[in-house]
T-cell receptor, first 115, second 115 residues
Framework: DAGVIQSPRHEVTEMGQEVTLRCKPI?????LFWYRQTMMRGLELLIY????????DSGMPEDRFSAKMPNASFSTLKIQPSEPRDSAVYFC?????????????FGNGTRLTVT | AQTVTQSQPEMSVQEAETVTLSCTYD???????LFWYKQPPSRQMILVIR??????QNATENRFSVNFQKAAKSFSLKISDSQLGDTAMYFC????????????FGKGITLSVRP
């Protein structure tokens, strides 16, 4: 079990540029979650998928953010255009359906810095 | 909507002593799960302990135990015999059940263990 894999680990970009964060969940997991962590707001749920279908995207801050899950083994979170206030650590996590007490398995996060 | 509140932003404890981290939550659900996660400086999210709401018995994992008070909607974490490696951010989290299950986090508490 390789765990949840996120890439890149660090991303530095200039304001206005497009940023794409990537996530590979654990094989066999039906749920995929995207979280954003900042000092001010803690861990915020942005969006989550069940069997590749977006279930709740109410946490996505604005239209500049979009997420896709084209198949069970890959998801992307895109920010276009990026702004300095998007600087944060972005986590991807996955879990199995029906096992509610199972923990979410987190990736190591992507630290995004927008200058 | 579910909310999770961790009112103490920081705590400090002497090595080998016991510390309790507080967490309250609000929900109209009757069945749910509660978790404590640890985030060391490496930013990895590590599950510490979990509790099913339908179980009256408090969960215990080695030096970590919880005090779950369902009526009061309280879920505190007790760390006994604190070790330097316990220094980290600790997040309380709540998860609903069902097809639209998701994990909601508190804002976290920074715990420092002093030598």
């Amino acid at each position: 079990d390789a765990g949840v894999i996120q890439s890149p680990r660090h991303e530095v970009t200039e304001m206005g540029q497009e940023v794409t964060l990537r996530c590979k969940p654990i094989s066999g997991h039906d749920y995929l979650f995207w979280y954003r962590q900042t000092m001010m707001r803690g861990l915020e749920l942005l969006i989550y998928f069940n069997n590749n279908v977006p279930i709740d995207d109410s946490g996505m801050p604005e239209d500049r953010f979009s997420a896709k899950m084209p198949n069970a083994s890959f998801s992307t979170l895109k920010i276009q255009p990026s702004e300095p206030r998007d600087s944060a650590v972005y986590f991807c996590a996955s879990s199995r359906q029906g096992f509610w007490n199972s923990p979410l398995h987190f990736g190591n996060g992507t630290r995004l810095t927008v200058t | 909507a579910q909310t999770v509140t961790q009112s103490q932003p920081e705590m400090s404890v002497q090595e080998a002593e016991t510390v309790t981290l507080s967490c309250t939550y609000d929900t109209s659900e009757s069945n749910y799960y509660l978790f404590w996660y640890k985030q060391p400086p490496s930013r990895q999210m590590i599950l510490v302990i979990r509790q099913e709401a339908y179980k009256q018995q408090n969960a215990t994992e080695n030096r970590f135990s919880v005090n779950f008070q369902k009526a009061a909607k309280s879920f505190s974490l007790k760390i006994s015999d604190s070790q330097l490696g316990d220094t980290a951010m600790y997040f309380c989290a709540f998860r609903t059940t069902g097809a639209n299950s998701k994990l909601t986090f508190g804002k976290g508490i920074t715990l420092s263990v002093r030598p």
